[in-house]
C-alpha cells in the first residue's frame, strides 16, 4: 500500500522522480568536456556563477568538506581554469577566481549540455514541453527551498 501525504505524494512517485532526475543529470554529465571531474565543474560552474569565494565559502556552497575542496580547486589551479587571489580587505585571506580559460570551459560545457537537452526536447510535442518547463519552475522552487 502506497502512503500518501496530505499534497498527494507518495514514495513511489518521489523514487521515480529521484531516478529520472538521477539519469538525466548523468546523461548531462557526458556531454561535458573532457578533463575535469564532475565535482571539478560543479565547483568551476559556482564560482563562474556566484564570483571569488573562500576555499570555505566554495565548500560550503558545494556542500562538501574543506580538505575535499582543497584537492578539488588544486587540480583545477593545475589545469589553470582557476587562480587564488589575496583578498584586498583581508590579506590573509585568498579568494577563487575562475580564469579567462575556466570561463571558456564552463561556457563550453553548458553550450553542449544545452543543445543535448534541446535536440532531445525537440522529439516532444508542445503540450510536453509546456508542462516540461510548469515542471522545471515546480523543481526550482523545490530545489531553492533546501538552500
Request: with cysteine; net charge positive.
Amino acid at each position: 500500500m502506497k502512503t500518501k501525504t496530505r499534497s498527494g505524494v507518495d514514495a513511489g512517485s518521489a523514487a521515480r522522480l529521484q531516478l529520472t532526475v538521477m539519469r538525466l543529470a548523468r546523461r548531462l554529465r557526458q556531454q561535458a568536456p573532457e578533463g575535469v571531474t564532475p565535482s571539478q565543474l560543479s565547483a568551476l560552474s559556482t564560482l563562474y556563477v556566484r564570483g571569488p569565494l573562500t576555499l570555505g565559502e566554495l565548500a560550503e556552497a558545494e556542500r562538501v568538506r574543506p580538505p575535499t575542496m582543497t584537492r578539488i580547486v588544486a587540480g583545477l589551479e593545475e589545469a589553470g581554469l582557476l587562480e587564488r587571489e589575496r583578498d584586498e580587505k583581508d590579506r590573509r585571506c585568498a579568494r577563487v577566481v575562475v580564469t579567462r580559460a575556466g570561463r571558456t570551459f564552463v561556457e563550453r560545457s553548458r553550450t553542449k549540455k544545452t543543445a543535448y537537452l534541446v535536440g532531445r526536447l525537440k522529439k516532444l510535442s508542445q503540450e510536453e514541453v509546456a508542462t516540461l518547463k510548469r515542471a522545471t519552475e515546480i523543481l526550482e522552487k523545490v530545489v531553492e527551498e533546501e538552500v
